[in-house]
């Protein structure tokens, strides 16, 4: 059975410190991250390591050094390995990485040597690799967006918590719920500052409705521009246009304004719904006689196409 003093290459009597600095170079040169192709270092690694949590143990060292257990911290005499693991050590070295068991204490070994502490104790894993710093926490907005903004697309301009304000660029296809990223707009972190997170809104208008990519508008029209056409003035979401109102057009007729709609996430637009409502005149005399006087007032049936 291996002396530990001898596989670290320190004298019997050696200190804490000695002991500590030995294995600290030979951990150094035969770390496994250094040995891939080399299954004897990492053999010789084990070994090392082992020795170091024994002499590193006040109690151990001293029982050792009487003679009461083995290099292995077996009791002197028997031939057998106690505990689940090959080295005995508690210390199991793998691939990139160590898992530090309940014997030794190798945090101020590693610390500087191996790449310094990943966050909540562990390792780096390989030399001069440090574990990335947290980024610092994001910060959530919601933003309400006019409706004829939303659909125009028109740059929102937003305030953020450290004062400072920011013109948002809406997207294309934009719906109620949507998310923008402002990356970096976050608070400050260690590993540099989080993100912002807007939710937009879309908010609802008085008189337009969305359907889909289209704009809905009922458009009330008087009983003269119903019979004899007329040129109205309709609002859009982006400016008020002149319509045509054909001659002899009835409550619900739908006239189509290209393009006044959401802008679609494959780059087309949609377009307005113009739904014509015509508006009567209250208790108005001279209409009720006129109709009472129509010829034409018997004629026809609007209701024929419920009748089949």
């Known amino acids: 059975m291996a002396d530990p003093y001898q596989l670290l290459g320190v004298a019997r009597g050696a200190s804490d410190t000695d002991i500590k600095k030995a294995y600290r170079k030979l951990a150094k040169e035969l770390h496994p991250d250094r ?13 090392v390591t082992n020795a170091y949590n024994l002499l590193s143990d006040k109690d151990k060292r001293a029982r050792f050094d009487r003679g009461e257990i083995d290099g292995d911290g077996n009791p002197a005499g028997f031939g057998f390995r106690q505990g689940p693991t090959p080295n005995n050590s508690g210390f199991n070295p793998g691939p990139g990485g160590f898992d530090a068991g309940d014997s ?7 610390e500087g040597l191996f790449g310094g502490r990943k966050a909540g104790g562990g390792f780096s894993g390989g030399f001069g690799r440090r574990a990335p710093q947290p980024k610092g926490a994001n910060r ?29 660029k809406l997207p294309p296809g934009l719906e109620s719920g949507a998310q923008m990223r402002l990356a970096g707009k976050g608070d400050p972190g260690p590993g540099g500052p989080g ?13 337009f409705a969305r359907d889909g990519d289209d ?8 009983l003269a521009e119903a019979v004899l056409g007329a040129s109205v003035r ?3 979401v982006s400016g008020a246009v002149m319509l045509t109102v054909p001659p002899g057009s009835t409550s619900g007729k739908v006239l189509r ?17 113009v739904t014509l409502m015509v508006d009567l005149p209250a208790a108005d005399d001279a209409l009720v006689e006129f109709v009472k006087g129509w010829p034409g007032r018997e004629h026809g049936n609007p209701r024929g196409k419920f009748e089949n």
Not at 265 to 271: E, P
């Open 215 to 222: 704009v809905r508008l009922d458009l009330p029209i008087s």
């Open 257 to 273: 304004l290209k393009a006044r709609g959401f802008h679609g996430k494959a780059g087309s637009r949609g377009d307005q719904l």
């Open 140 to 168: 959530a907005y919601r933003l309400a967006v006019p409706f004829a903004d939303a659909a125009s697309l028109t740059p929102q301009r937003i305030t953020l918590a450290d004062g400072k304000t920011i013109d948002l």
């Open 104 to 110: 030794a204490d190798f945090t101020d070994i590693f």
């Open 234 to 236: 309709v609002p859009t």
């Open 195 to 207: 993100d912002a997170i807007v939710t937009l809104d879309i908010a609802p208008h008085r008189f």
């Open 35 to 47: 040995n891939k192709d080399n299954p004897k270092a990492s053999e010789r690694f084990s070994r």
